[in-house]
């Protein structure tokens, strides 16, 4: 059960909620929301965006200053919040296709750009609002609608393409360690710079159905015993690799901040007058 | 003391845009509108403001529409590919009532077309470009001079009707150099959007004020907790499938512009009174056609002329006004026939219209119009 601090982010009047029983999404909402209590943020100095999917419709349920944008966007719309007002504290909800399909430009710009906003990233590789088409993550061979034979595309490691593309702060976890997941996105809201938290979770309803886990406790137990922590997977070989989920912290650096480089460019200029 | 400058209808556009206290602009480079990023980029940091090149057009506008929300005034500045590209989250700032003033410098297309020169073929995508029921509100400047005093014009509709104004330039006067007269701060209207009086914990943030139909705005980091989306939504700004709150809130986007339509159409008339004739012609089009006119009239042809300066909502009424006692009305334009359906529709048989399109990338000469004239007559 929630704590009464947790509770009081919640806009409890629209629930239920519109996500499937057993979904992962409502483990990493609680587990972002412990994160903001935890850090003593306030609800009117918050801001979630989204953009379009089953994990878009989060921030509806957050009592905060809450953006639900069009598909894939949602980051470009947080770089206008961020930049206009750098008190705020942003955090943009996303899920897999939003972030690396459509939205794919924008994530590596923010990345690039290192703005002090936190992208939490649902990966549960598959469109699951839409009927359970084939993402940038579905995984060679698994099945969508859209991939009734099988994926033959090669999935994005997120985490690697935010490494690369410059974020301060690249981690990963699955919906089986909500706490790992609370302490990853606690860390890259206390990032200065751009911080990526990919979780992955599931959905059993469009991509378990077709891919033999179509329980939430069949993907919980896949994650249990397919995740490696980052520092063990860099003993272990490719093949051993194969088909596991590493998880961990991949970035934690210091670098400058897009917003701070800014109000520098303003203070030289005198235009803070 | 008023200043005397010799710029550029682009540079204008910027510098009017931060006379009416712009202080946000996200964009991406294209030609022919390009100089006003650049002049952002250079003025904005100066006073304050943020000025951000971003990853596309999409994401430009998408920024754009974040700042408004953070209670910033923000513009973005186009040209028609990426006029094209803004269409989508230009309807999110329909839906979720974002003031956001968007520019496009026409050029000719479709497609990337003619980079560097001159069309009038966005006209009707300025008023149905984005998807779903709106109501446009769109500016076509025709002078350097026009430039600046409808930028402030578009914040000031943008900033009290809370929606996206367009801008609707043209590469002949975004281009044109001319002499322009800075007025003085202070001494032209600048409005602001209204804030909410009400507590934060009442704050409804899509409850419209019935005197205008417009809902208070308060800012991202106001104090205010409130949610934003492109669903369509009830006054707490919830996604609804009620019927009867849908209606509501898609006449009430409509209404709120259409009520005060006598507020917002400017247009502008020369020697109409005892015309035979009457030549509609806007943005870079209306100087060679007035022009025209003036040649006409030195000839003895009685022909008048009429500029609409917002295109949407057009003069209808105006222009109506005027066709009764005409046998003709000419409207030519750089595009193979677009407000002229807005015409005919005005002039509903009164008079017969007649259309004069050019889409070679260039601007009519005063000769040419003049020729149309003597046709018609």
Known sequence: MPSQEVLDWLRARFFPHIWCPGCGHGIIMHAILRALVDLGKKKEETVIASGIGCSSRMPGYIDACTLHTTHGRSLAFATGVKLANPKLTVIDVMGDGDCTAIGGNHFIHACRRNIDITAVVMNNNIYGMTGGQASPTTPVGAYATTAPYGVIDVPFDICKLAAGAGA?????????????????VKTAISKKGFAVVEVVTHCHTQFGRKNKRPRPIDNINFFKENSVMYNKATTMSKEELEGKIVIGEFVNADLPEYVEQYMKLIESLGGNR | MPKVQFWQGNTAVAMGALAAGCRFFGGYPITPSSEIAETMALELPKVGGRFIQMEDEIASIAAVIGASLA??????????????????????????????????????????GLPTKVSQQDVMQARWGTHGDHEAITLAPASVQECYELAIEAFNLAERF?????????????????????????????????????????????????????????????GYRWHVTGLTHDEWGFPTNDPEVIERKILRLVRKVRRFRDEIVRYETYEVSDADMIVVAYGSVSR???????????????????RPVTLWPFPDKELQALVNNVKAVLVPELNCGQMVLEVERVVSGRAKVFAKGLVNGELFRPSEIFEFIKEVA
């Open chain 2, 162 to 222: 809370r929606q996206p104004v367009i801008f609707l330039g043209d590469e002949v006067v975004g281009h044109m150099r001319e002499k322009i007269i800075v007025p003085d701060d202070g001494t032209f209207t600048v409005l602001n959007r209204k804030r909410p009086k009400t507590r934060p914990e009442e704050y409804v943030p899509y409850k419209p004020d019935p005197e205008d139909d417009i809902p208070p705005m308060a800012a991202f980091g106001d």
């Open chain 1, 168 to 184: 301060s702060y690249v981690a990963r976890a699955t919906v089986a360690h909500p706490l790992l997941i609370e302490k990853y």
């Open chain 2, 288 to 306: 060679t056609a007035l022009s025209a006119v003036r040649e006409a009239r030195s000839k003895g042809l009685k022909v008048g002329f009429f």
């Open chain 2, 71 to 112: 209670g910033y005034k923000a513009m973005t500045a186009t040209s028609g590919p990426g006029f094209s590209l803004k269409q989508e989250n230009l309807g999110l700032a329909y839906m979720a009532e974002v003031p956001i003033v968007v520019v496009n410098v026409m050029r000719g297309g479709p497609s990337t």
